[in-house]
């Protein structure tokens, strides 16, 4: 029996959840898009706004919602954290323009749950960046500087106290608060996004993993029991989109970890936590947090196994190897939760890459094979941005998002990314091992209050902004 997280467990336990046909036999489309996550969900519903007689058919290798959206710590949280990198990214202008529109984004989620009934238990309550040592104390001031640099104030800085008020516990020790940020169930959120999709006439086809992508013209991609051929391709695979070649160097695929409780409403109320909060610390191993419709504490911890080339396999599936090691975190941080005991525990793959924000492309140059991938850990929101730029490009539209130019993986034949790329095998995993190991004993030194060794930080000083998870 396979084990599901638990908001997949919630999710399709619901009345009308059948899954949908696997693909049978060779089949035509305007476009097919293989993943049906929310990249691959929000994209097919945008090409169908703006193009209703468009014929997209979508492919998925488990069920909708199987992968990273039905899994992750359902933060849905804007750009702004990233401004930084988007700026260098982008240029000034546009990263500011992005990060707005990644905030509206949190808003247009909340609005397509309520227009179509989705009820994926979205609450914006905001989102709390917080210090729990004294090492992450102000680890945000350069964002806030670069925030504040270009006219906007996104962030509102917390004391101590009210940080402590807030996460409902005295570990927290300072942090900036942004109150656009929201919460939701994630698998309701992508299994709601898979139902309108269906109700607008997209074609979407479950346990149909992509087995081959034939490079012809138009493109083919090839299931175990059937294909679609499409003029337009896209790729919205998130970790597994490392299976090929042209892109595997360009992110390195590790594991997220959760745990959830058993639901103490009662307990979360003397804490002071009763709203929709959602919570992470500042580790580069971060740990992420939020409580749940009945009362549950979902966390969960970044930084877990790192695949060897690419490779997404059983690892990645299941319950959490590390769950004790998760559930040690959150009673470190919340002693007075100590005896809460633990129902749930899963895994899965976050796609790394050097620059912590999505890559949006062509395969090979080619307009006809698009891609999107390496949200590094924060895609609830921001897919939705992914999703309208990808239907753009599709359709060829000349607007304000087609225009955007986020990094591209590689163009052409060898792996040579113009923003870069990891060490092939087997340096690029026992590099990972060794740094991600080195971002352990830091970070636990400056929990305990001790100074890191100058080996440890210069070891742990490589690891890249998408080598370890942030958010959700």
């Known amino acids: 029996?396979?084990?599901?997280?638990?908001?997949?467990?919630?999710?399709?336990?619901?009345?009308?959840?059948?899954?949908?046909?696997?693909?049978?036999?060779?089949?035509?489309?305007?476009?097919?898009?293989?993943?049906?996550?929310?990249?691959?969900?929000?994209?097919?519903?945008?090409?169908?706004?703006h193009d209703p007689a468009a014929d997209v058919a979508l492919v998925e290798a488990d069920v909708c919602g199987g992968g990273a959206s039905g899994r992750n710590g359902g933060f849905v949280l804007s750009w702004w954290a990233k401004l930084g990198s988007l700026?260098?990214?982008?240029?000034?202008?546009?990263?500011?323009?992005?990060?707005?529109?990644s905030a509206d984004a949190v808003d247009e989620v909340g609005r397509f749950c309520a227009e179509h009934a989705v009820d994926a238990h979205f609450r914006r309550d905001g989102w709390l960046w917080a210090a729990t040592s004294a090492a992450q104390v102000g680890a945000w001031e350069e964002t806030l500087a670069t925030a504040e640099s270009l006219g906007a104030?996104?962030?509102?800085?917390?004391?101590?106290?009210?940080?402590?008020?807030?996460?409902?516990?005295?570990?927290?020790?300072?942090?900036?608060?942004?109150?656009?940020?929201?919460?939701?169930?994630?698998?309701?959120?992508?299994?709601?996004?898979?139902?309108?999709?269906?109700?607008?006439?997209?074609?979407?086809?479950?346990r149909s993993p992509m087995t081959g992508l034939d490079r012809v013209r138009p493109p083919r991609v090839r299931t175990p029991r059937g294909s679609v051929t499409a003029e337009r391709v896209v790729l919205a695979l998130n970790a597994w989109i490392a299976s090929l070649r042209e892109l595997r160097r360009t992110l390195v695929v590790i594991a997220?970890?959760?745990?959830?409780?058993?639901?103490?409403?009662?307990?979360?109320?003397?804490?002071?936590?009763?709203?929709?909060?959602?919570i992470s610390d500042s580790r580069l191993l971060v740990n992420y947090y939020r409580t749940t419709r009945d009362g549950r504490l979902a966390w969960g911890k970044g930084g877990g196994a790192i695949a060897f080339g690419g490779r997404v396999g059983a690892t990645f599936e299941g319950a959490s190897p590390c769950a004790d090691e998760v559930a040690a975190r959150l009673r470190a941080l919340y002693p007075r939760l100590r005896d809460v005991r633990i129902t749930h525990s899963w895994t899965g793959p976050i796609d790394r890459n050097p620059t912590a924000l999505p890559y949006l492309g062509r395969?090979?140059?080619?307009?006809?094979?698009?891609?999107?991938?390496?949200?590094?850990?924060?895609?609830?929101?921001?897919?939705?941005?992914?999703?309208?730029?990808?239907?753009?490009?599709?359709?060829?539209?000349?607007?304000?998002?087609?225009?955007?130019?986020?990094?591209?993986?590689?163009?052409?034949?060898?792996?040579?990314?113009?923003?870069?790329?990891?060490?092939?095998e087997p340096l690029r995993y026992l590099g990972g091992l060794l740094v991600r190991g080195a971002v352990e004993r830091k970070e636990e030194a400056e929990n305990a209050g001790r100074e890191p060794g100058a080996f440890v930080r210069r070891l742990a000083a490589l690891a890249p902004a998408g080598l370890v998870p942030t958010r959700g």
Not at 182 to 189: F, R
Request: proline letters at 6%; aromatic letters at 6%.
């Open 1 to 49: 029996m396979t084990v599901r997280s638990l908001w997949l467990e919630e999710a399709l336990a619901l009345p009308g959840e059948a899954d949908a046909p696997s693909l049978e036999g060779d089949v035509t489309a305007d476009v097919c898009i293989v993943g049906g996550g929310y990249t691959g969900l929000w994209t097919a519903l945008r090409l169908k706004e």
């Open 87 to 101: 700026q260098k990214a982008l240029g000034s202008e546009e990263a500011l323009r992005m990060a707005r529109a």
């Open 153 to 206: 104030r996104p962030f509102r800085v917390v004391s101590g106290d009210e940080a402590a008020r807030l996460a409902g516990t005295p570990t927290h020790l300072a942090g900036v608060f942004e109150e656009r940020a929201a919460t939701v169930q994630p698998a309701l959120l992508a299994r709601g996004l898979r139902r309108v999709a269906l109700e607008r006439g997209i074609r979407i086809f479950e």
């Open 256 to 278: 997220s970890d959760m745990v959830a409780s058993e639901p103490i409403p009662e307990r979360l109320a003397e804490l002071g936590w009763t709203s929709g909060l959602c």
């Open 363 to 424: 395969l090979g140059g080619r307009e006809d094979v698009l891609y999107a991938y390496g949200f590094s850990g924060n895609g609830v929101g921001p897919s939705v941005v992914a999703g309208r730029i990808l239907a753009s490009r599709v359709l060829g539209r000349d607007d304000e998002w087609a225009a955007v130019r986020f990094p591209e993986g590689p163009v052409g034949r060898f792996p040579r990314s113009r923003v870069g790329a990891f060490p092939p």
